[in-house]
């Protein structure tokens, strides 16, 4: 009889082998191994459990239901491939994916739709979409908060997309993602309405902007992150609208370097906040002005048509190819405060600007200038 209960004691608790331990920091009801089949085993779970999965390459289109959570077992090498995408999240108050490996091959890495969930040392590549994608159409999105922690997601067409989502990633690096047409190639890209936070994140090297704020609703902070070596522009916001005095995009701390075109810029956007953060070292640009003009363009902080209520203090812009900031066609609200400019051809420049900046006299560069620019809206690929 004790041998019976015993078997149906471990039947309940599910499958459960020596070779799968579950990491620290995942609350399970049950702790499921897979015996044979990964989606088989999704496929009969329930809320509460936690899938443990032992070393190994793990090939299909994986949906992860609500509140359940996907981990590698203590110190197991684990690959997720196939599908696309290749692991879709539901999300909920207890769902965590840790641990894992997303080796993209035709489509997506990680959908997660609507959240909430915490991705802990994933790391994703090879997505000919987004590495990961965080998308929210409810009215309860901002109690849904997607977390990413220590990751890594790298050579993808996008890095990060959040698509109305409120999403906070912790640490981690977002880097060389490829393709250059449109927002392809970008790190992260945050639109409709989304609410974006990046704290110590470094994105880096991707073959378009670094990270790219748009629409009217948008939020984003970026806290203590590195962003530098980009191809395009490294920080750019459009088309942000905001009640008074309201921050919508705001970057603080940190290092935006070595980016093509403009480190950090503006366009079409009210709530603009730059602080205490280093631009330096922005590569210029060929391009072409007419049929037979080229400029030079590489800017440190650019603020373009339609930029209002935009407050940059304490920064330091310095060895920008062109102008260590640029503002061209601003509109009222632009005050600059603290700033230390250095190197590159100009320090500040304001140009077809009809209401004043508030900024230091003296810190401004050929009065009545008319440099060419590159400031056109950037369209969301597909």
Same mark, same amino acid.
């Given at each position: 009889?004790?041998?019976?209960?015993?078997?149906?004691?471990?039947?309940?608790?599910?499958?459960?082998?020596?070779?799968?331990?579950?990491?620290?920091?995942?609350?399970?009801?049950?702790?499921?191994?897979?015996?044979?089949?990964?989606?088989?085993?999704?496929?009969?779970?329930?809320?509460?459990?936690?899938?443990?999965?032992?070393?190994?390459?793990?090939?299909?289109?994986?949906?992860?239901?609500?509140?359940?959570?996907?981990?590698?077992?203590?110190?197991?090498?684990?690959?997720?491939?196939?599908?696309?995408?290749?692991?879709?999240?539901?999300?909920?108050?207890?769902?965590?994916?840790?641990?894992?490996?997303?080796?993209?091959?035709?489509?997506?890495?990680?959908?997660?739709?609507?959240?909430?969930?915490?991705?802990?040392?994933?790391?994703?590549?090879?997505?000919?979409?987004?590495?990961?994608?965080?998308?929210?159409?409810?009215?309860?999105?901002?109690?849904?908060?997607?977390?990413?922690?220590?990751?890594?997601?790298?050579?993808?067409?996008?890095?990060?997309?959040?698509?109305?989502?409120?999403?906070?990633?912790?640490?981690?690096?977002?880097?060389?993602?490829?393709?250059?047409?449109?927002?392809?190639?970008?790190?992260?890209?945050?639109? +409709?309405?989304? =609410?974006? @936070? !990046?704290? &110590?994140? #470094?994105?880096?090297? $991707?073959?378009?902007? %670094? /990270?790219?704020?748009? *629409? +009217?609703?948008? =939020?984003? @902070? !970026?806290? &203590?992150? #590195?962003?530098?070596? $980009?191809?395009?522009? %490294? /920080?750019?916001?459009? *088309?942000?609208?905001?009640?008074?005095?309201?921050?919508?995009? #705001?970057?603080?701390?940190?290092?935006?370097? %070595?980016?093509?075109?403009? *480190?950090?810029?503006?366009?079409?956007?009210?709530?603009?906040?730059?602080?205490?953060?280093?631009?330096?070292?922005?590569?210029?640009?060929?391009?072409?002005?007419?049929?037979?003009?080229?400029?030079?363009?590489?800017?440190?902080?650019?603020?373009?048509?339609?930029?209002?209520?935009?407050?940059?203090?304490?920064?330091?812009?310095?060895?920008?190819?062109?102008?260590?900031?640029?503002?061209?066609?601003?509109?009222?609200?632009?005050?600059?405060?603290?700033?230390?400019?250095?190197?590159?051809?100009?320090?500040?420049?304001?140009?077809?600007?009809?209401?004043?900046?508030?900024?230091?006299?003296?810190?401004?560069?050929?009065?009545?200038?008319?440099?060419?620019?590159?400031?056109?809206?950037?369209?969301?690929?597909?």
């Amino acid at each position: 009889m004790r041998s019976f209960a015993l078997l149906l004691l471990l039947t309940a608790c599910g499958p459960l082998t020596p070779k799968g331990t579950a990491p620290q920091g995942l609350k399970c009801d049950r702790v499921l191994i897979p015996p044979v089949s990964l989606a088989e085993t999704l496929a009969t779970v329930q809320a509460g459990d936690c899938v443990i999965l032992p070393s190994g390459t793990y090939e299909g289109s994986f949906v992860l239901p609500e509140d359940v959570s996907l981990a590698a077992s203590d110190r197991a090498a684990v690959t997720l491939t196939g599908g696309d995408p290749v692991l879709t999240v539901r999300g909920g108050p207890r769902s965590i994916v840790q641990g894992i490996r997303v080796l993209a091959s035709t489509g997506g890495g990680i959908a997660i739709e609507p959240g909430p969930v915490a991705l802990i040392g994933v790391t994703v590549s090879g997505s000919q979409k987004s590495a990961v994608t965080s998308t929210c159409t409810r009215p309860d999105c901002d109690s849904r908060e997607v977390v990413l922690t220590d990751c890594e997601l790298t050579q993808s067409a996008v890095g990060l997309r959040s698509i109305g989502a409120r999403v906070r990633v912790e640490g981690g690096r977002i880097a060389e993602q490829t393709g250059q047409s449109l927002s392809a190639g970008s790190g992260v890209v945050a639109s +409709a309405g989304a =609410r974006l @936070t !990046l704290h &110590g994140v #470094t994105i880096e090297g $991707n073959q378009n902007i %670094g /990270v790219l704020i748009d *629409g +009217a609703a948008t =939020r984003a @902070t !970026l806290d &203590g992150c #590195t962003v530098k070596d $980009n191809l395009g522009r %490294g /920080v750019w916001a459009q *088309g942000q609208t905001a009640a008074a005095g309201e921050a919508t995009v #705001t970057v603080s701390g940190g290092e935006v370097s %070595g980016n093509a075109l403009m *480190g950090i810029g503006a366009r079409d956007s009210t709530g603009l906040v730059i602080r205490d953060v280093t631009v330096q070292d922005t590569r210029a640009v060929r391009e072409p002005i007419d049929i037979s003009t080229f400029e030079e363009i590489g800017d440190g902080i650019a603020l373009f048509t339609g930029t209002t209520s935009a407050t940059i203090e304490n920064v330091i812009s310095r060895r920008n190819a062109r102008a260590q900031l640029l503002a061209d066609g601003c509109g009222q609200g632009v005050s600059v405060a603290g700033a230390t400019v250095s190197g590159g051809r100009y320090r500040v420049v304001v140009q077809r600007t009809v209401v004043p900046i508030v900024v230091e006299p003296t810190l401004i560069d050929a009065p009545g200038a008319d440099l060419a620019v590159r400031a056109g809206a950037i369209e969301l690929a597909p």
